[in-house]
């Protein structure tokens, strides 16, 4: 019995540490991320870790919810940094409440490092 209230405690305690790299603006909010694709299942993984709320469908009735778009954009010509983009907007009203963008590099060539690094840009102050 005192074991599983230890466990129980630690469990808790481990979810309010999580809870708190949402960013305030964002805490209040499902995240919505559909697709299979390998970065989208790495950005939902990614996001749950941080201890954001995610979901694969639209639900009526729901709380708030943030859409997540993601995309890599680079300017034309030599020499120029690719970009990995994450935005998530408001599902009602279109209008965008948390975005992050990072450049990609030897460290970020994986979809899962992509993702966990963008989530750490978009959790960061």
Known sequence: CLHRS???????FAAACGASRVPATL???DVLVSGQDSQTVA???????????????????????????HFMFREPGPDQLTWFHLRLADTRSGAVVGTATIPLDSATNTSRARAEAAVLALSAP
């Not at 230890?6 to 808790?12: D, H, N, Q, Y």
């Open 6 to 12: 230890v466990v129980a405690s630690l469990f808790a």
């Open 43 to 69: 950005l939902a993984q990614a996001l749950k870790s941080a201890g954001y709320h995610v979901r694969d469908r639209v639900k009526g009735g729901s709380r708030p919810t943030a859409a997540v778009i």
């Open 27 to 29: 805490r209040g909010y």
